[in-house]
């Protein structure tokens, strides 16, 4: 079993072994999987390397001003027209998260594995995984440090953006001593901490709005109140002109209820398909019961993708729930 300070060590071999890299992070990418594709990116274009940043989504509006945003390509516009041979995979909690972009590996490629998702299974070549940490952009802190690179407000802004959205603007259980103190070293390369909070955490789009307002109208409770949930349809994106960025933070509201020891937000992709998400109080390991679905996560937060009707994913997802008490 390796240290977390000999996979880091481990990581920097590899970061340096290779010339040309393939970034790749989550389908649907948040905030610490675009702050943790562009960190790489940066740390590479440091480095002297070349590199090129892909995502199977589009990238959430209110990232776009971070460093390397805009050359994330989405695949689903513009796929590249080659294969890689050297991956670099950041906050990708299984192989499965990656999505289409797997389709730009070589067979044999060599995957640099970087997480902090609790289920993750190791799937790299080389892999640091560091289950407590809050987020994927705080491993890399760690890397960064390991080269004779300075830290810039560009790259501290992107850490620090991954930090804050993974934490809930470090409100969460997963807000550590060293989570606090990364954020104040990074505070001293001049980010402005107040600007991301309002733009990342605050500033909401009026489709946002809306689309937050057709979930609530969906909510629905168990008869002793520990379980709470709410769902959104294709046709309420239509009607509310909401994108998928438009939807994140949505299922901490059932979950926030007071004596709700589960909150989970239904989202139907398709007549059979759809995704779930779940937080938790705490009494309940969301990311285990995630696993029984083929998901995964962290305890607090995970989710997981089904196919089948609504009903009968709603009911499934509920008997596992209440299975937990």
Not at 69 to 79: L, Y
Not at 127 to 133: L, Q, R, T, V
Not at 226 to 244: F, H, L, Q, R, S
Request: aromatic share 8%.
């Amino acid at each position: 079993m390796h240290t977390y300070e000999q996979a880091l060590q481990s990581g920097k071999k590899f970061l340096l072994e290779h010339d040309d890299y393939l970034v790749v992070s989550h389908v649907q990418p948040d905030g610490d999987a675009v702050s943790s594709t562009v960190t790489v990116g940066w740390l590479l274009s440091c480095l002297g390397k070349t590199f090129t940043m892909i995502n199977e989504g589009e990238i959430p509006g209110r990232m776009r001003f971070l460093w390397g945003a805009d050359d994330i390509v989405n695949m689903t516009e513009q796929p590249p027209a080659r294969k890689f041979k050297a991956v670099i995979c950041v906050d990708c909690a299984d192989f499965a998260r990656v999505g289409l972009t797997r389709h730009y590996f070589e067979e044999d490629a060599v995957i640099l594995n970087i997480d902090h998702h609790p289920t993750n299974n190791a799937y790299g070549t080389v892999n640091i995984i560091k289950s407590d940490a809050a987020a994927t952009a705080e491993i890399l802190f760690d890397l960064v440090s390991l080269f004779p690179v300075t830290l810039n407000k560009d790259a501290a802004t992107a850490i620090y953006t991954g930090l804050l959205t993974d934490t809930g603007g470090f409100r969460y259980a997963n807000t550590s001593p060293n989570v606090m103190t990364t954020a104040s070293k990074l505070l001293e390369h001049g980010v402005d901490g107040p600007y991301l909070a309002q733009t990342l955490l605050e500033q909401v789009t009026l489709p946002q709005v809306r689309i937050l307002n057709q979930a609530l109208n969906s909510l629905q409770m168990t008869d002793d109140g520990k379980i709470a949930w709410v769902v959104v349809t294709p046709e309420d994106m239509i009607t509310c002109g909401a994108a998928n960025e438009d939807l994140e933070g949505i299922v901490n509201y059932p979950r926030n209820i007071q004596g709700v020891e589960v909150g989970i937000f239904f989202k139907i992709i398709n007549d059979s398909a759809v995704k779930v998400s779940l937080r938790s109080a705490g009494k309940v390991d969301v990311a285990e019961l995630a696993q029984t679905f083929g998901g995964g996560g962290h305890v607090l937060a995970a989710g997981c993708r089904l196919e089948g009707t609504l009903e009968d994913i709603v009911a499934k997802v509920l008997k596992q729930v209440n299975a937990q008490w």
